[in-house]
């Protein structure tokens, strides 16, 4: 079983930026595809970032493309995701989440096992 802990949200405000951090345990952490997922207030959970085991590929919603940075670091067992300029509209709950070894990388939230159980993330005006 993995447990994932996420770590760093918090109230800032537009422009500023944020690293949240995910600290996977119980399982091999190198083996698995990480990935960061947001739901703002009222709304469905949304794929924002994913890293795959080898380090080699990552992808991004459209919405954070140019702003957000997903990193690993496989010796420290931990996945960050750097936030720079914060809309508004990044304001949500924002939650890691892992998948299975052998999975393709995936936007779809049905396609990742398991999920920490997110940090807060509100940006101001």
């Known amino acids: 079983q993995v447990r994932l802990e996420e770590s760093g949200g918090g109230l800032v405000q537009a422009g500023d930026s944020l690293r949240l951090s995910c600290a996977p345990s119980g399982e091999t952490f190198s083996t698995r595809n990480m990935g960061w997922f947001r739901q703002p207030p009222g709304k469905e959970r949304e794929f924002v970032a994913s890293?795959?085991?080898?380090?080699?590929?990552?992808q991004y919603a459209d919405s954070v493309k140019g702003r957000f940075i997903i990193s690993r670091d496989n010796a420290d067992n931990t996945v960050y995701l750097q936030m720079n300029n914060l809309k508004i509209e990044d304001t949500a709950r924002y939650y890691c989440?892992?998948?299975?070894?052998?999975?393709?990388?995936?936007?779809?939230?049905?396609?990742?096992?398991?999920w920490g159980q997110g940090t807060q993330v509100t940006v101001s005006s």
């Open positions: 989440a892992s998948q299975r070894p052998g999975i393709p990388l995936s936007g779809r939230p049905h396609e990742w096992n398991f």
């Open positions: 890293i795959d085991w080898t380090d080699t590929e990552t």
